[in-house]
């Protein structure tokens, strides 16, 4: 009887619905409220701890997947320049934060190397959940500038370009799913979240996303064009909608639209100072840089000295690339570089799957636009984006009937 009692009869189910839910719940959030898409993620990792207490894990073939071995060079190379950083202690607190963005893609990565199913499919269900946040938020937006007329809304957020780049990331997502789903009820339920989240990204002002947007969806069309030329009228007749809206809408974008080749521009002529001050820093320091976390203070101290903007304090370079090789060495933007590169073929990879095109339009939306801001490793965005692309890689079995598990052995109820 004592042996009997020390057996714990567990639903598989509660695990995997657990950590679905928990993962469905911080991408909704993502874009509405940090503080609680944060929670949960600790509450996702935790469900996902349970879950490895009773699955078993292929680890030799977790490492040949194809992303891991490119991220493992990539935190390798950064770890060698956390060394000879300027403050160690700020360079490995840093260091360690970035682990943590990278954890909903290794989520993922495990799962696709052990006995594993989920009942639900966690792929839509994660990317559902955050067009739901993004739409919902868009809305607030939206009221925003209706209560108030002004433009440049941030929503929840308190930065609007953090917050368009999460309009910026959804609106690739909502066209693809838009161009695969053959039902044309819930083509329209895209069509209008696309609208919503389109007329948010406007009034956000934000010009950075404004161009990965745009690059995005050039790029998704290219990757989807025999999808779309199969139902060319019916794509014919969203792309004159669109069209429409954007003419409606023109009075919210076209003024801050022709500042973008403006290099006089206030906004413009900041950037181009930063960036011409950010190069000598990365001559001084080539090989490991300044270190992790410590670009604003050691650039506005020793470099930054526009006479301008003296009393201004710049915490990025607005550009990610720039920024990465100041802060970690031109090494270490090479190894940045081939993760982005490993990144877009592990996608492209996937051949005639949906959400990878979605994801890898996403993907490229944000390199694109991180060129005049530095959004590829904001904390906020990257977790998202991270759990994006391990959603997008993972190959997941959907389970067809109860499963339990006792300690000590499994058994399998159908």
């Not at 509405?32 to 292929?58: E, H, P």
């Not at 910026?168 to 609208?195: H, T």
């Not at 969806?217 to 019916?234: D, G, P, Q, T, W």
């Not at 990878?356 to 339009?361: E, H, T």
């Amino acid at each position: 009887m004592a042996k009997l009692d020390s057996l714990m009869v567990v639903p598989r189910r509660l695990y995997d619905n657990a950590f679905v839910f928990f993962i469905g719940v911080f991408a909704f959030l993502a874009p509405v409220d940090k503080q609680m898409a944060n929670t949960a993620l600790i509450l996702s990792t935790i469900s996902f701890l349970f879950l490895l207490r009773k699955y078993k894990v292929d680890w030799s073939s977790f490492f040949k997947q194809p992303l891991v071995k490119p991220l493992g060079y990539f935190f390798a190379a950064l770890f060698v320049s956390v060394i000879f950083s300027t403050d160690v202690l700020i360079s490995v607190r840093e260091y360690l934060r970035m682990i943590t963005y990278v954890l909903p893609f290794l989520f993922f990565a495990i799962l696709n190397n052990c006995s594993h199913s989920f009942t639900y499919d966690i792929k839509k269900t994660g990317i559902h959940a955050y067009m739901l946040g993004c739409t919902i938020a868009g809305l607030y937006a939206i009221y925003q500038y209706w209560a108030t007329g002004q433009l440049g809304v941030s929503s929840f957020y308190g930065n609007r370009i953090i917050f368009a780049s999460f309009m910026e990331m959804v609106l690739p997502l909502l066209a693809v799913f838009l161009i695969e789903q053959p039902d044309y009820k819930k083509k329209s339920v895209y069509f209008i979240m696309g609208c919503i989240c389109l007329i948010t990204l406007m009034l956000t002002q934000a010009r950075g996303p404004w161009l990965g947007v745009g690059s995005a969806l050039f790029v998704m069309m290219i990757a989807m064009r025999k999808n779309i030329y199969e139902n060319k009228k019916s794509y014919i007749a969203v792309a004159v909608l669109m069209l429409v809206l954007l003419t409606v809408v023109s009075p919210l974008y076209l003024e801050r639209a022709k500042t973008l080749t403006d290099l006089n521009f206030s906004t413009n002529y900041q950037r181009i100072s930063i960036w011409e001050a950010t190069i000598p820093m990365i001559q001084d320091y080539p090989l490991t840089g300044v270190g992790l976390g410590k670009f604003a203070e050691i650039y506005n101290e020793q470099y930054y000295n526009n006479p301008l903007y003296k009393h201004y304090f710049w915490i990025h370079a607005h550009n990610s690339y720039l920024m990465y090789a100041a802060e970690n060495g031109i090494v270490n933007l090479l190894a940045f570089v081939y993760l982005l590169f490993s990144i877009g073929k592990s996608l492209l990879d996937q051949k005639g799957d949906t959400i990878s095109i979605g994801v890898f339009s996403v993907v490229f939306a944000i390199a694109a636009s991180s060129m005049v801001d530095d959004l590829l490793w904001a904390p906020y965005l990257a977790k998202i984006l991270w759990l994006f692309i391990g959603i997008a890689l993972y190959n997941p079995r959907i389970q067809e009937g109860p499963c339990l598990i006792l300690k000590g052995e499994e058994r399998t109820n159908r």
